[in-house]
């Protein structure tokens, strides 16, 4: 069973000198798995991600999700929409520094009105929070008045609201403190099962995608070079640019 | 490991063997208060009293998370620091100290006898000359013949790993890729042929493939040229491959350091353990660690006596008044933990 599946996509950039970011890629993703998208700069990881939520418009290939095509964003039906939600690298800069937090939910709940609570709304935004591991203080407060660990968590909460199906996180949480990141995986982790979440993890650290992910796909200059389980992907690469991001990975025990 | 670079953490000997040369830099008490938010009459102590020496040839590193001090302590030590910056304590080089040396003398050290190298090499680089110009600036000033010059840039950017020199040192920096911009600018570090080297995150902004070979120069630079070396880093994978000493921050001040190997394996702080802990394994899966509660305490509202006792599992209520005073605990290893015999009584492995 597959929850999304994205077929042959490719995306090139540019008018006249066509930048071919993403070459022919394909990825399913399973409900309920998470899948770990690894691969150094320019490769392409984060135009996939930016395709599978409609932020790009692809040059050929299909993103499907549960079994029915995905058009480009504005084209796509609410449902899907709202079924796929994304959290990105910088917490701050993702989330509008003039609105407060119970407005940046209540702003999610607006524009979907089948996500929005049919009682108390108060009520449903400290539920909200709480399963972030926020205090109900912090909707009134803004992002500039948050610690980057605290953005983050408004932004998770952000596509919570939205009872999706699948949560694309694209290095969300390489900005962050290394005593943060391990609260925010942790949480990661704690709402996958909760709310029965597929994810699709983008991150450039090895490591903290092995900790996470069920399967593995490597990207290298816009094209899937290996994927497959997470153990063996990063116990055992078969592919010579996996071996290599290996090598070169650092490892804190000899 | 999966890298090829030997392991400098295993050379505890060889490290020890260092402390007894005299130290090339000592930081005793050092003090950074800068002026508060929007020129307030509230003064905020960013750096609070940090010590530590970098002997000739050693590599010194330090790491901490945002707010820790790492990178005002890194710019005191060359004189960087921002406008209204008042500096205590003492910096002592070659056994004289700098915080009361004229700014003449200060500028007379600055890229000649202590060079730095940022995160961002692009920031560091102008955009509109060729490499060659810029990494033969300090030599053209110091009046040294063209052809001469030309010659030792050519020699500085084959050391640092630029490949064909001779043609590449008449690019321009957007012709470089961003590993090849670091090498450019190391290149231009080693030009004043500096005995210690600065390095702010100088691999953070790098691919793991790029990174792991710039490491790898920085250790030749030691071992072969022998330089000295205080490498700042949020990230304890890259100090526990170059450095030997390693010094912990937190919210300005000193937690812990020592010789690298200790400091990883019998860490003496709550926070080092913390920190080893979180660092994820990448060939084999580790478990996501427990998470410490909390963000990093800021020197703008410091917590009362330890400042890491709101987070720390081991705090109790001398902590919070008393602020621990820093100790050597075993040979080379200083602690500000009140309860680090309670730490130190297991073996920690980290990862």
């Known amino acids: 069973m597959t929850l999304l599946d994205v077929r042959d996509l490719r995306v090139s950039f540019g008018r006249r000198t066509k930048v071919v970011a993403v070459d022919g890629v394909s990825l399913a993703v399973a409900p309920e798995e998470t899948v770990g998208l690894v691969g150094e700069s320019g490769s392409g990881k984060t135009t996939v991600a930016r395709a599978v939520v409609g932020l790009v418009r692809p040059d050929s290939g299909a993103i499907v999700l549960d079994g029915q095509p995905l058009g480009r964003i504005g084209r796509r039906p609410a449902v899907a929409h709202r079924a796929v939600q994304m959290v990105f690298q910088d917490p701050r800069s993702s989330l509008n520094p003039r609105m407060t937090v119970a407005s940046v939910i209540d702003e999610v709940w607006r524009t979907h009105p089948v996500t929005a609570p049919d009682g108390d709304r108060t009520a449903a935004l400290h539920r909200l929070l709480d399963d972030v591991g926020l205090d109900a203080s912090v909707a009134r407060q803004r992002p500039g008045e948050l610690s980057g660990g605290q953005c983050q968590r408004v932004s998770i909460a952000r596509a919570l609201a939205a009872k999706p199906r699948l949560l694309v996180c694209d290095e969300a949480v390489s900005a962050l403190d290394v005593s943060v990141q391990a609260q925010v995986l942790r949480l990661l982790v704690d709402l996958r099962e909760k709310h029965h979440l597929a994810m699709l993890f983008i991150s450039h650290d090895l490591g903290v995608v092995h900790q996470i992910a069920d399967r593995i796909a490597v990207m290298r200059r816009g094209e899937l070079v290996e994927e497959g389980p997470a153990a063996d992907v990063l116990g055992a690469p078969q592919h010579e640019y996996t071996q290599s991001l290996l090598e070169a990975a650092l490892e804190l025990n000899e | ?351």
């Open chain 2, 1 to 351: 490991m999966t890298t090829r670079m030997p392991s400098h953490a295993g050379r505890t000997e060889a490290a020890r063997q260092v402390t007894r040369q005299p130290s090339l830099l000592e930081v005793s008490g050092l003090v950074v208060d800068l002026p508060g938010p929007s020129g307030g009459p509230e003064i905020v102590r960013v750096v609070d009293g940090v010590s530590f020496d970098v002997p000739a040839a050693t590599t010194v590193g330090l790491i901490g998370e945002s707010g820790s001090g790492k990178t005002m302590t890194a710019n005191a030590l060359i004189g960087l620091l921002p406008d209204g910056a008042e500096t205590g304590g003492e910096l002592r080089w070659r056994g004289a100290d700098l915080l009361t040396a004229t700014p003449a003398r200060r500028r007379a050290l600055r890229g000649h006898e202590i060079a730095m190298i940022f995160q961002d090499p692009l920031a560091a680089l102008n955009p509109t000359q060729t490499i060659a110009r810029q990494v033969g600036e300090i030599l053209r000033r110091s009046g040294r013949p063209r052809d001469e010059v030309r010659r030792r840039v050519i020699e500085l950017l084959d050391r640092a790993g630029v490949p064909d020199p001779a043609t590449r040192a008449d690019s321009y920096p957007h012709e470089f890729s961003g590993g090849l911009r670091q090498r450019a600018v190391i290149a231009m570090a080693l030009a004043g042929s500096p005995a210690l080297l600065l390095a702010d995150e100088p691999t953070t902004a790098l691919d793991v493939t790029v990174q792991s070979r710039i490491l790898r120069l920085l250790r030749s630079l030691q071992d072969d040229d022998g330089l000295a070396m205080v490498l700042v880093s949020h990230d304890l994978r890259v100090v526990a491959h170059v450095a030997q000493q390693t010094v912990v921050m937190y919210a300005g001040r000193v937690a812990e350091r020592g010789p690298t190997n200790e400091v990883l394996h019998r860490p003496a702080h709550p926070y080092t353990r913390a920190l080893v802990q979180s660092v994820p394994a990448v060939r084999t899966r580790t478990a996501i660690a427990s998470p410490l509660p909390g963000t990093p305490a800021t020197p703008a509202n410091r917590p009362s006596g330890c400042a890491f006792h709101p987070r720390c599992p081991l705090a109790r209520e001398r902590c919070k008044v008393e602020q621990p005073l820093i100790r050597e605990i075993a040979a080379g290893q200083w602690t500000a933990c009140h309860y680090a015999e309670e730490l130190q009584g297991v073996r920690h492995d980290p990862a």
